[in-house]
C-alpha cells in the first residue's frame, strides 16, 4: 500500500496547523489532518483545580491509514515535519484556537505549554504515564470554560487532542518545485488550497452545465493532444477532464472558471485551432464555460453583474476582480 509523507509549505497562508480540537473519534479528510484515535492519543488531567490537560498534538514517523474512495494509503509526518508545525502554530498566534469534533469553535481553550520530547525517560509526559516516542508534539491547554470541562472533559464525551491544518504531500510539493512558470506554480497551490476546503466545508457542488461545456473541453483535450499537449497549466489540463466527463464543481472552482474565461476570451480566435489562446479556452469550457459559469454564480448570489455594461464611460472590464468574497468586473481605464 502507498505511503505519502506529508509536508508545509511555508510560503502558503493556508498551511501547517490552524486548530487543536478535542475529540472522541476525529474523521479523516483528505488533506485535513485529524488525529487522535489512529494515534492512540490520550488527555492526562494535570490539575482538576486549574483544569489543564496534556496531551500529544502530533506524532512523527507513524504510519496513518486513510482512504479516499476506492484509494487507500498511509500517510506519515517526518520528526522535522512535526517540529515546524509546532512552531508555526505559535508564530501565527493559533494557540487560542480550539473546537469540539471539528465542528463547534470553542471559547475559553488556550494552549498554555508547547514543547517536543527530546529525552524518552525525564520528559515531562513520563510523569502521566505517556509512553510517546521522541520527537512528539506535546500540548497542554487550559480549559476556562466550565461546560466544555464538566459535560465533555470529567465525562470522557472527549479522549484526545486533535489537530486542524493543511499539508501537501512530497509528489505535489516535488512538482511544484519543478515548475519553471512562478504563475502555474501559484496556480496548482491555489486549486490544492480551495480542494482542501471544499473537502473541509462539503461545500455544494454543481454538473448542470450541459454537453455544450463537456463538449468544448474534449475538443479542447483533442487539439492540446495535436500540438503534443503543450498549451495550458496543468490545472487548466486537469479542468479538462473533470469538464469532459461531468463531474460536479464547487463554487470555487466555478468562480475560478469563469475569472478565467472572461479573461481568456479575448485569446480566443475559432479559424487558428492551434493557438495556444484557444485551445485553453476551450479545455475550460469555452463560451458555453463562460455562460453557464456566470449565470450559475449569479443565481447563487456570488457574482455582482449587470445585464449592460458593468463599466463605467471611460472604461472596460478586464476579467473579475475578488471584493469581499465576491467576484466583480475588473474595470479598468481605456487605452
Not at 463547534?104 to 525525564?122: F, K, N, P, Q, Y
Not at 486537469?238 to 485569446?267: C, D, F, N, P
Amino acid at each position: 500500500m502507498k505511503i505519502v509523507e506529508l509536508l508545509i509549505d511555508e510560503e502558503q497562508l493556508l498551511s501547517g496547523i490552524e486548530a487543536i480540537s478535542i475529540v472522541d473519534e476525529p474523521a479523516i479528510e483528505e488533506n485535513f489532518i485529524a488525529l487522535s484515535k489512529q494515534q492512540e492519543i490520550q488527555l492526562a488531567e494535570v490539575s482538576k483545580d486549574k483544569k489543564i490537560l496534556m496531551g500529544a498534538a502530533l506524532v512523527p514517523n507513524k504510519n496513518i491509514y486513510r482512504r479516499n474512495g476506492e484509494d487507500e494509503y498511509y500517510i506519515f509526518f517526518s520528526e522535522d515535519t512535526v517540529r515546524q508545525a509546532s512552531q508555526l502554530f505559535l508564530m501565527r498566534g493559533n494557540q487560542n484556537k480550539s473546537t469540539l469534533e471539528h465542528q463547534a469553535e470553542l471559547h475559553g481553550l488556550s494552549v498554555v505549554e508547547s514543547w517536543i520530547i527530546e529525552d524518552e525517560v525525564h520528559d515531562k509526559s513520563r510523569k502521566y504515564d505517556m509512553n510517546l516516542p521522541v520527537g512528539t508534539w506535546m500540548v497542554s491547554m487550559k480549559v476556562n470554560n466550565d461546560e466544555v470541562w464538566n459535560d465533555y472533559v470529567k465525562t470522557g464525551k472527549v479522549k484526545g487532542f486533535s489537530i486542524e491544518g493543511y499539508f501537501t504531500d512530497k509528489i505535489a510539493m516535488s512538482r511544484i518545485n519543478e515548475i519553471d512558470n512562478e504563475e502555474e506554480a501559484k496556480e496548482i497551490l491555489l486549486e490544492i488550497a480551495n480542494s482542501i476546503l471544499d473537502n473541509k466545508y462539503e461545500f455544494a457542488t454543481y454538473s448542470d452545465y450541459g454537453s455544450g461545456v463537456r463538449n468544448n473541453a474534449k475538443r479542447g483535450i483533442e487539439l492540446n493532444k495535436k500540438v503534443n499537449n503543450k498549451c495550458a497549466t496543468s490545472v487548466g489540463k486537469i479542468r479538462a477532464q473533470q469538464l469532459s466527463r461531468g463531474e460536479k464543481l464547487s463554487v470555487s472552482t466555478i468562480k475560478r472558471m469563469y475569472s478565467y474565461l472572461s479573461r481568456a476570451e479575448t485569446y480566443y480566435d475559432a479559424g487558428d485551432s492551434k493557438a495556444c489562446g484557444t485551445i485553453s479556452y476551450l479545455l475550460w469550457g469555452g463560451k458555453a464555460g463562460l455562460a453557464w459559469s456566470r449565470g450559475k454564480l449569479k443565481e447563487l448570489g456570488e457574482i455582482d453583474l449587470n445585464d449592460n455594461d458593468p463599466c463605467q464611460a471611460g472604461y472596460e472590464q478586464i476579467g473579475m476582480k475578488d471584493k469581499n468574497g465576491v467576484l466583480v468586473p475588473n474595470c479598468v481605464p481605456k487605452n
